[in-house]
Structure formats: structure tokens, C-alpha cells
């Protein structure tokens, strides 16, 4: 689960070391913070590793509001069926879902259905695409 606020824009590893369980988004990201309501300098390599990428982070990082919302994005793929790549996200506030849905990636048009193009939402979802997709690839290949 990434946090709500984070514009993931560059992978920088595909793990974390020393853990068996792959990151939210498929790899740990560097970005951006638009807490408090504007993109703002990508975060410090600790709050990137513990908030950003994880999510969680209301009484943890300096920038996450106190208003009511979602703690963090969770996004699982739905279907692959080679043409296209169904996604379903959950907004979670305190580890309870607050908001579903569903999305589709059409491989040939390079095109998304079911979520708005310059959102939150929408950058998160292109970087878990990047690596999913990364990481089919390396398992076809062995």
C-alpha cells in the first residue's frame, strides 16, 4: 500500500532487501508529496522507504494531513489477458477499505479506462503497471 499523496516517477529498486515480500507498487519509488495540496521536493530517503511506498504514515510524516481520508492505495491485478491488464485499487483508512474500483490497461492502444489521467491515483497506477509488466517479462524469460 503506497501513501495516498505519492507521485511515484522513478523506480530505484525492485525490493527491499533482506524482505520476501514485493513493495505495493512492484519496486520502491522516488517522487513526490502533494500532502499538502502541491507537489512538493521528493521526500528523504527514509520517509520515501517507511510512508511513501508504504503508506500508513498519518501520525508518522510531517506531511500528511490531519483531515479524515485514506491512509493508503492498495493494488492487486484483476486479469491479464495479453491484450489487456484489469486492476482493482482500495483506499484504505485504518486498515478498512474506504473506496474501490477498477481499471484497464489496453497494451496495444497504450491506453487506460476507468481512471482519470492525472491523478494520484493514476501516476500510482502506471508505476505498478511498469512493474508488473517488468516483472512478467523477467519470469517469461526464465
Sequence with gaps: MACPYFIPTEMFADRVEGCRVRPPLGGLYRG????????????????LN?????????????HFPDSPGADAVRFSVAKDNGR???????????????RYGRMEFDREGESWSGIEAGTVLYDQAQAYLKSYLNWRSRRAAV
Design 32 to 47: 513526490s508529496c502533494v500532502a499538502d495540496g502541491i507537489k512538493t521536493e521528493p521526500p528523504d530517503a527514509d520517509t
Design 50 to 62: 517507511s510512508c511513501c511506498n508504504f503508506g500508513y504514515a498519518r501520525s508518522v510524516c510531517s
Design 84 to 98: 489487456r491488464v484489469g486492476i482493482l485499487y482500495t483506499t484504505e483508512q485504518d486498515h478498512r477499505p474506504e
